[in-house]
């Protein structure tokens, strides 16, 4: 205890909590420290690697480079929140389905990151290789899924199966009203 | 569909014949199993080191050293000690005594003395990490600081030649006429650089470590618990406990999950030995550490630097005369580490003259040490360019030329090979590929880019040295197969209980696996590429000595202990894995940028246990072989001693979009001269060759050759003028 504590109340896979944080705590750190919510990965702790990236109300972020007094009242979901060994979500499912991980240590931050992405891409969000923009009608080709996911470094070189899994999961015709339940 | 089956019937190694196999179908397959540990790493619920749960652990943030050599002069460490929360802090001053020394770099904390930069020479413990941190930033420590030599070049003056380098390969080789050989036919030269490379895995070293002195009378019965993250457990025990004052059976090590290695976690770096100390120091209390990435740059080791000349002589038909390949590479002067770069010239093709000599400078920088595939990489993707530039030079296709000198025996050895299929990798590949639709060199253009395709040999050898043990143990119904293998990501926990269903008779399902853990039967490291095979031979032994000794229907609780050895004979044969990659590159004539389109690699690696997990691990070493190829430098600041650009962002590796196609085939083989299970290894085979696959392609594209690592836009722009 520094004397110095921050409260921040944290909603983390469906559960509440109420912390009282040095205010240098980052939400990973919250996370996985004062919490031991392990489902998200520490890979460089300066969002160069996006082992850590959570879901926060709906958008991905790097809970790396998020300090946890800036997230008060926060929902958080990790990995964890998205599935279960015994009832995988659509996405890990996938992934499992397609081998798209070796050593397992980036892919619950691939696997929010892609659950995300796709909603971006629903959403008619562009990115660097979209040809147009403007346009809200966005096509997942494989360029577009590795642009988007290219925050997301995999060392073992799992990223061919990683784009399979994820367009396994683009091509099902799911609804997603319910945001980040795939 | 042909399937190489020569088990062993005779002490006596006699030639094996090598039809030519087919490749493997890629529809349903009764050896595909889904990796059984997925859904655990996809939920992010599969606990890694740093992971596991202890009770009111304390922190630890390390102190370096900030020269390169020299000694430390004061430590003033009054600001820290007052912070509040502050628990230690571990000096050479206070640390404990080292009696037993086994691996340099280990013994640390001993004296002010400074062998690099980046040396661990203290910690700090705290309650929080954060104010561990900010405690160790406190810490003022005063030098004396000495010139340290840091630098090196080829035909260096200062170098060295190794008697032995890495894998206890020898340090040179020579054989035939060279110099009279080089005289003859055309001749290829050229230098070829590879910059220092580091692994990084995603997850950082971390470790746990918890002292328990059970008695102040009894030193015996201290016992010390490690949550490490390793390639094998088995180094602790023999490396760290000695240093540490305990037995190896003292230490208990627990890493059932690894988060990528590379070989970075193959061998104890100097951070156990610290957090060990502390623990001992506060006895009782948990003491983590999780390593930031930019200290993975530091005391993790490295893939050396190498700077490469070949010279080679090649007749108008493509037939090789003779080649002389000499390295350069630093090595520390704390710890000496040579990769076997050019080894893997002496074997790859039949060449009566060669020479081949691996030299070494001494540097005042940590040591290196060995990183996927090291010395069959660097050394081959000189080789492979070399070859490339012969063939252009004597107009023979590049796979010709490999065929034409393929030899029937081992060229360094005079044995005969116990299963090599290069040119069937090589003509499967061609064909997949479509080899015989490339354009001639500087002529396929797609608006701004310039196209073209490239192809290279890969190669890696067998890394059998020692035996192992495994045991078989039935309870509830179900069989376990134990021993301290681990699985790093390449997919143990899923195929060694293939291994025991194969061996037991009994349906995979029936068996788990007990691995990544002391306490188990011993068993080599995942490294080397070794440990299917190797770890098979014991599983494979364990369950014929369980059946023998408990039939089909064991009681409940039977358990059998058994060694794997390799196979009697094996030593008359040269045994190596062979493959072949093709890239297609695209240059931009524009910014100099190279993008790799797609890739094909075509790997005769004996008997796939699990086509699965083999795809995914070959296809992850053409990754980061396409990586090194265009992305990966560290610079190491010859003035200072440190890696500038130390961390992911200053240190590129590939990401999603710099990956496109990449597919994998391997043929039928199995070769019983590797093991009991007829698999080679495959861990190190995929990133073999790659860069030069690509470089060669860079050439094919554009007619420019580029012969240093890695082919970064500036490159090409500058040989553009």
Redesign the interface.
């Known amino acids: 205890?520094?004397g110095h504590e921050v409260s921040v109340r944290l909603t983390v896979d469906g559960t509440e909590h109420a912390l009282e944080l040095?205010p240098?705590?980052s939400v990973l750190?919250a996370l996985?420290?004062e919490l031991?919510v392990?489902?998200?990965?520490?890979?460089?702790?300066?969002g160069?690697?996006g082992?850590c990236t959570v879901i926060v109300d709906g958008r991905r972020i790097l809970s790396c480079l998020a300090l946890a007094a800036s997230y008060d009242g926060a929902d958080v979901t990790?990995?964890?929140g998205?599935?279960?060994?015994?009832e995988?979500g659509a996405m890990?499912q996938a992934?499992?389905?397609r081998?798209a991980?070796?050593?397992?240590?980036?892919?619950?931050g691939q696997?929010c990151s892609a659950v995300a992405m796709l909603e971006e891409a629903r959403a008619g969000m562009p990115s660097h290789?979209s040809a147009d923009v403007t346009d809200t009608e966005v096509e997942l080709t494989d360029?577009e899924?590795?642009?988007r996911?290219?925050?997301?470094?995999?060392?073992?070189?799992?990223?061919?199966?990683?784009?399979a899994a994820i367009q396994d999961v683009a091509h099902q015709d799911v609804a997603h009203q319910d945001g980040g339940a795939a | 569909m042909t399937t190489l089956d020569t088990r062993p019937t005779t002490p006596t190694p006699t030639p094996t014949p090598t039809p030519t196999p087919t490749p493997t179908e890629a529809t349903p397959d009764a050896r595909d199993r889904?990796?059984v540990?997925?859904?655990?790493?996809?939920?992010?619920?599969?606990?890694?080191a740093?992971?596991q749960?202890v009770d009111e652990p304390l922190h630890l943030f390390p102190l370096v050293a900030t020269i390169a050599r020299g000694t430390i002069t004061a430590v003033d460490d009054a600001q820290a000690r007052a912070l509040?929360?502050v628990r230690l802090v571990l000096t050479h001053a206070n640390a404990p005594r080292i009696r037993v020394r086994t691996d340099a770099p280990l013994s640390i904390l001993q004296s002010s003395e400074i062998h690099h930069r980046g040396q661990l020479i203290g910690a700090v413990v705290a309650d929080?990490?954060?104010?561990a941190r900010e405690a160790a930033g406190l810490v003022r420590i005063s030098y004396d600081e000495q010139p340290a030599e840091l630098g090196f070049e080829i035909d260096d003056p200062r170098a060295t030649e190794p008697r032995r380098v890495n894998a206890f390969k020898h340090g040179t080789h020579e054989r035939g006429d060279t110099d009279a050989g080089l005289a003859r036919g055309t001749l290829v030269e050229a230098v070829y650089s590879l910059p220092m490379e580091f692994?990084?895995?995603?997850?950082?070293h971390a470790v746990t470590a918890i002292w328990h002195d059970a008695s102040a009378f009894n030193p015996r019965a201290t016992r010390l618990t490690m949550y490490d993250t390793n390639q094998g457990t088995g180094g602790l025990g023999a490396l760290v406990a000695p240093v540490l004052g305990l037995l190896p059976s003292q230490i208990d090590v627990i890493s059932p999950?690894?988060?990528?290695?590379?070989g970075t976690k193959g061998w104890p770096h100097p951070h156990l030995v610290l957090v060990a100390m502390a623990a001992k120091l506060l006895a009782g209390r948990p003491v983590k550490y999780?390593m930031?990435?930019q200290q993975m740059f530091r005391t993790t080791g490295h893939r050396p630097a190498s700077a490469q000349r070949i010279r080679l002589s090649v007749e108008a038909d493509g037939r090789l005369v003779a080649i002389d390949h000499q390295s350069w590479a630093p090595s520390s002067r704390l710890k000496s580490y040579v990769d076997q770069t050019v080894s893997p010239t002496r074997m790859m093709y039949d060449v009566a003259h060669l020479r081949t000599i691996h030299h070494a400078v001494v540097q005042d920088t940590a040591p290196g040490s060995f990183m996927r595939a090291p010395g069959e990489f660097s050394g081959m993707f000189a080789l492979e360019t070399a070859l490339d530039e012969a063939a252009h030079a004597v107009g023979v296709d590049p796979i010709e030329l490999r065929v034409r000198n393929e030899p029937v025996r081992d060229p360094e050895t005079g044995k005969p090979w116990s299963t090599r299929n290069l040119v069937a990798c090589l003509r499967a590949g061609a064909e997949q590929f479509g080899w015989d639709e490339r354009q001639p060199v500087g002529t396929q253009r797609d608006g701004e880019w310039l196209v073209g395709v490239g192809v290279a040999s890969a190669t890696y050898p067998n890394q059998y040295f020692v035996p192992n043990r495994a045991g078989i143990r039935f309870t509830g119904g179900r069989y376990v197969v134990e021993l301290q293998a681990s699985d790093?990501?390449?997919?143990a926990w899923t195929i060694l209980p293939q291994i025991a269903a194969d061996a037991l008779g009994v349906p995979v399902d029936l068996v788990d696996a007990d691995i990544g853990r002391t306490g188990l039967a011993w068993a080599m490291p995942a490294g080397g590429s070794a440990g299917t095979y190797s770890w098979g031979d014991a599983i494979i032994a364990a369950a014929a000595k369980f059946r023998r000794r408990h039939g089909d229907s064991p009681a409940e609780g039977a358990h059998e202990t058994a060694t794997g050895r390799m196979p009697r004979g094996s030593r008359g044969y040269s045994r190596h894995a062979f493959g072949a990659h093709f890239a297609q590159a695209r240059v931009s004539t524009v910014t100099g940028e190279v993008r790799v389109d797609r890739m094909l690699g075509v790997f005769a690696a004996g008997r796939i246990i699990n086509p699965?997990?083999a795809?995914?691990?070959l296809?992850?070493?053409?990754?980061?072989g396409l990586?090194a190829a265009l992305h990966e430098e560290a610079h190491l600041d010859e003035r200072f001693g440190h890696v500038v650009n130390g961390?992911?962002?200053g240190y590129h590796?590939?990401?999603?979009?710099d990956?496109g196609?990449?597919e994998v085939v391997c043929l039928e083989e199995h070769d019983p001269w590797f093991g009991a299970t007829g698999a080679k290894g495959i861990g190190e085979l995929g990133i073999v060759g790659v860069p030069a696959a690509i470089g060669n392609a860079i050439f094919r594209a554009s007619g420019t050759r580029l012969r240093d690592l890695p082919f970064t836009p500036d490159r090409l722009l500058d040989a553009w003028g």
Not at chain 2, 257 to 262: A, R
């Open positions: 205890m520094t040095d240098r705590v750190d996985r420290d031991a392990m489902s998200v990965k520490k890979g460089c702790d300066h160069q690697c082992a990790t990995a964890a998205l599935g279960a060994v015994e995988l890990q992934f499992v389905d081998d991980l070796q050593c397992g240590y980036c892919t619950p696997v290789v360029a899924v590795r642009e996911m290219s925050g997301n470094l995999c060392r073992c070189g799992a990223y061919v199966n990683i784009v | 889904t990796r540990d997925a859904p655990a790493k996809a939920t992010g619920t599969a606990p890694y740093y992971e749960p509040p929360g929080s990490p954060h104010v692994h990084n895995p995603i997850e950082p999950y690894v988060g990528g290695s590379f999780a930031t990435r790093i990501g390449t997919g699965r997990t795809r995914s691990q296809i992850g070493g053409m990754t980061m990586s961390d992911l962002a590796v590939a990401a999603h979009a990956i196609d990449l």
